[in-house]
């Protein structure tokens, strides 16, 4: 059974910075797309960004596009996600993701098989 764990969230001013990170174990994730979503509260859980495995290729939701960016070491099987110009609004739990490769930069959150506990992000302004 693979689990996914994140960390790196915490409290910090708007315009900074933030860099979590998606640790994968207990499986192979190395065919597997991975995806980042945020849940606000009152709010439904939405796509941030994804990125594939075998090619690197990144999606992003227009919200954070030219803010943040997601990477991934395949030999650390971790996936990163560089959150700059943080602003109020970007304040939620973040939550790590994989989904099969077919699924590739999807941005339903029913479409991924695996789910880290989530990490908080608090922006102040």
């Known amino acids: 059974q693979g689990q996914l764990v994140e960390s790196g969230g915490g409290l910090v001013q708007a315009g900074g910075s933030l860099r979590l990170s998606c640790a994968a174990s207990?499986?192979?994730?190395?065919?597997?797309?991975m995806g980042w979503f945020r849940q606000a509260p009152g709010k439904e859980r939405e796509f941030v960004a994804a990125?594939?495995?075998?090619?690197?290729?990144?999606y992003y939701a227009d919200s954070v596009k030219g803010r943040f960016t997601i990477s991934r070491d395949n030999a650390k099987n971790t996936v990163y996600l560089q959150m700059n110009s943080l602003k109020s609004e970007d304040t939620a739990v973040y939550y790590c993701?994989?989904?099969?490769?077919?699924?590739?930069?999807?941005?339903?959150?029913?479409?991924?098989?695996?789910w880290g506990q989530g990490t908080q992000v608090t922006v102040s302004s």
């Open positions: 993701a994989a989904t099969q490769p077919i699924y590739s930069g999807s941005h339903y959150p029913r479409q991924y098989n695996y």
């Open positions: 990125i594939s495995w075998t090619n690197g290729r990144t």
């Open positions: 207990g499986r192979t994730f190395s065919s597997y797309a």
